[in-house]
């Protein structure tokens, strides 16, 4: 019974520190709306063309606090014109201790913009709408997969640049 408890105690002080993670601030950091065809694009007729172009930027701010700023670009054409152009930067300010690296580039690369993207999506339909469009609703994204496909670049990247000096040296 003594060596249970022992060996118990041994293992829990062997265990990792628990990760933890808290939104701090969520805000919005630049925002900017344009209809440079009103008034007469009202009476366009047509099928738009839209244009959605993301972005993710990631700053550290302090020990285990970085702000994760979420870039959408979404312009609307109708034939050459253009209709609209929403653009705007939603961040978030959020800490995080106890990750290990590859979990922390996890995490603020698909957790943290998962965290701010419904905030731009009401931002930007509450613009278009407000611009006098009817409403515009961004369908969810899937950062995973925009994740997942940063890291194939990342390794293809790398495996080029030890590839490049291998083959200058032949």
């Not at 302090?62 to 702000?67: F, G, S």
């Not at 800490?95 to 931002?123: H, I, K, S, W």
């Not at 613009?127 to 469009?133: H, S, T």
């Not at 997942?148 to 291998?166: C, F, H, I, V, Y």
């Amino acid at each position: 019974m003594a060596d249970e408890i022992t060996n118990g105690a041994a293992g829990a002080e062997a265990l990792p520190s628990q990760a933890q993670f808290a939104i701090q601030k969520v805000y919005v950091k630049d925002v900017s709306f344009e209809a440079p065809g009103t008034p007469m694009v009202f009476n366009e007729q047509g099928n738009p063309d839209l244009n959605l172009n993301l972005n993710q930027k990631v700053g550290k701010l302090a020990d285990d606090v970085y702000e994760v700023v979420l870039g959408i670009n979404l312009t609307c054409k109708l034939g050459d014109k253009t209709v609209y152009i929403v653009e705007l930067e939603q961040a978030g300010i959020f800490a995080m201790t106890g990750f290990d690296e590859r979990n922390l580039d996890f995490m603020l690369g698909t957790y943290c913009p998962n965290v701010l993207f419904p905030y731009a999506r009401q931002l930007a339909s509450e613009l278009i709408q407000a611009g006098g469009f009817p409403p515009f609703y961004l369908q969810p994204i899937n950062f995973e997969a925009i994740y997942a496909e940063s890291l194939r670049r990342r390794a293809d990247q790398l495996k080029s640049g030890m590839a490049a000096p291998a083959a200058g040296s032949a």
